[in-house]
């Protein structure tokens, strides 16, 4: 009798499925928030609000789940009101801080 291969199943990788805490939520949305890319942290908020149900954030932040679902999409660009009202939704406020500045080489005379 000949071996034959065995198929590998595989299935699709989803950051949702890894969020179930608040202390992962923020790592997460922090982790994206430094790579600066607005368009990544729209589509972070999706995967959160994904993983948290989309009809509850939807339903919180006072817009319609299909809406929500295009507006945080990877191709989405929600405009600041609507990132302030997700964060609100999932239970999240933003925080500014001042940023590090960089040490400046002293000058040799």
């Known amino acids: ?8 199943a595989t299935t699709r990788f989803d950051a949702a499925d890894y969020l179930g805490s608040d202390a992962r939520i ?10 600066g890319d607005p368009q990544a942290f729209a589509a972070a908020l999706g995967t959160v609000a994904r993983a948290r149900g989309m ?9 319609g789940r299909e809406s929500l679902y295009k507006t945080l999409s990877a191709e989405g660009n929600p405009g600041f009101g609507s990132v302030l009202k997700v964060l609100g939704a999932l239970g999240y406020t933003l925080e500014l801080r001042t940023r590090p500045r960089p040490r400046q080489a002293s000058r040799s005379r």
Request: overall charge negative.
């Open 26 to 35: 923020e790592a997460y949305l922090n982790a994206v928030i430094e790579e």
């Open 1 to 8: 009798i000949l071996d034959m291969p065995r198929k590998t």
């Open 55 to 63: 009809a509850a954030v939807a339903r919180h932040a006072g817009m």
